[in-house]
T-cell receptor, first 115, second 117 residues
Framework: KQEVTQIPAALSVPEGENLVLNCSFT??????LQWFRQDPGKGLTSLLL?????REQTSGRLNASLDKSSGRSTLYIAASQPGDSATYLC??????????????FGKGTHLIIQP | GAVVSQHPSRVICKSGTSVKIECRSL??????MFWYRQFPKQSLMLMAT?????????EQGVEKDKFLINHASLTLSTLTVTSAHPEDSSFYIC?????????????FGPGTRLLVL
């Protein structure tokens, strides 16, 4: 069964810093991996999706990389802003369920950007 | 991106009553939707997979007779919490699946906060 670990669990930094959020997963047989953000009391917003054949994806100040063989993904946030404050979650989509499985989430990284 | 809605966003009910939560994919059809539950300061846990036109598949430990799922159309899945008790108080989030294999994306609703008194 897939297990997802995210490091660090929490991060508080002043705005403007470049950040690195790490995600590791135990089953590398995946179709893709999604990164989400969750604001307090809200649902999940999809940030990036990296297909298993890709190495990285970029969207604005966000860049995500994927090393499927080692079971790792990294989310880079450039020039962080207070609006980036949220919990960030990664979720690999397993091949075992034919893509019809729900996602497995870790506990996420709780990010606070200080103005 | 695609939009998924949930209704209601918040509900308070008395112990022993039933509560229905709706999940709709607004601009795409979803043969498969998922229901998750999130307790305070915990991550999302998959409860069940909702399949249009067939029975839902429940995760281990989730009571199918307590959490009734109906996926009546390609854009609507409902979760009914029957005979709710205070321990059922939680944040319930649905997602809808779009795409296939590498391109499959799950879009999440805004969640429903249930408080059982």
């Amino acid at each position: 069964k897939q297990e997802v670990t995210q490091i660090p669990a929490a991060l508080s930094v002043p705005e403007g810093e470049n950040l690195v959020l790490n995600c590791s997963f135990t089953d590398s047989a995946i179709y893709n991996l999604q990164w989400f953000r969750q604001d307090p009391g809200k649902g999940l917003t999809s940030l990036l999706l990296i297909q298993s054949s890709q190495r990285e994806q970029t969207s604005g100040r966000l860049n995500a990389s994927l090393d499927k063989s080692s079971g790792r993904s990294t989310l880079y946030i450039a020039a962080s802003q207070p609006g980036d404050s949220a919990t960030y979650l990664c979720a690999p989509l397993p091949i075992s369920g034919g893509g019809a499985d729900g996602l497995t989430f870790g506990k996420g990284t709780h990010l606070i950007i200080q103005p | 991106g695609a939009v998924v809605s949930q209704h209601p966003s918040r509900v308070i009910c008395k112990s022993g009553t039933s509560v229905k939560i709706e999940c709709r994919s607004l601009d795409f059809q979803a043969t498969t939707m998922f229901w998750y539950r999130q307790f305070p300061k915990q991550s999302l846990m998959l409860m069940a997979t909702s399949n249009e036109g067939s029975k839902a598949t429940y995760e281990q430990g989730v009571e199918k007779d307590k959490f009734l799922i109906n996926h009546a159309s390609l854009t609507l899945s409902t979760l009914t919490v029957t005979s709710a008790h205070p321990e059922d108080s939680s944040f319930y989030i649905c997602s809808a699946r779009q795409g296939w294999e590498e391109r499959e994306t799950q879009y999440f609703g805004p969640g429903t906060r249930l408080l059982v008194l």
